[in-house]
């Protein structure tokens, strides 16, 4: 196996371990990539590395752009006093392609999982619950996944919320077990249009 071959195989290597891509599709994308060098290749590793150095995630957020503090943060025309409370970044580039929220976000990095050992300080509640007093919050959209995880952390905020802020929730549009990330943006605005408070 000649040097070429093994550089080869090691970027198919890499490219599997991407989520919807296993072996056979990350060697027919590498293929592909190769025979259009010029246009798909240098184009992807510049940006690859130009992406690797300067993304970050948000300190207010969690959200992930090129700067301390996301454009979504930083906009004062979502400075709405609604905060939509999502697990992942994923959920929240949903939420923003369907363009139904006009609010800011806070992105949990996951749910409470006392199997898996996580709990609050593990996620980003401390710091949702400082947000909604330092920026007059008037309310909090919960928009998790509608998975037992999801709402057992839904329920948690919302009894850390008690009394500060209306909490509502989306409505179940959202099929049970569903992730926002692959619902069509129709559903995700119904849901959101639909929300009721907790």
């Not at 301390?68 to 609604?82: H, K, L, P, V």
């Not at 920026?135 to 008690?162: K, M, P």
């Amino acid at each position: 196996m000649g040097e070429a071959t093994k550089d080869i195989e090691a970027l198919i290597e890499l490219m599997a371990r991407l989520p919807g891509l296993g072996p056979r599709s990350a060697r027919r994308a590498v293929l592909h990539m190769i025979r259009k060098r010029a246009q798909l290749m240098t184009p992807l590793a510049d940006a690859l590395h130009h992406v690797a150095a300067t993304a970050r995630e948000c300190l207010n957020c969690g959200n992930i752009g090129t700067a301390d503090i996301c454009d979504i943060c930083q906009s004062e025309r979502r400075a709405t006093g609604e905060i939509c409370v999502v697990e992942d970044v994923a959920d929240l580039w949903a939420m923003e392609r369907a363009a139904a929220f006009r609010g800011r976000y806070h992105v949990l990095g996951g749910t409470l999982n006392a199997l898996d050992s996580i709990g609050p300080e593990e996620l980003r509640i401390p710091r949702l619950i400082d947000r909604v007093a330092a920026e007059n919050v008037t309310e909090v959209i919960l928009a998790l996944n509608a998975t037992i995880d999801g709402a057992t952390t839904a329920h948690y905020i919302a009894e850390q919320l008690e009394g500060r802020v209306k909490v509502t929730s989306l409505a179940r549009g959202v099929p049970m077990g569903g992730e926002l990330d692959y619902l069509d943006d129709g559903t995700i605005s119904a849901a959101l249009k639909a929300r009721k408070a907790l």
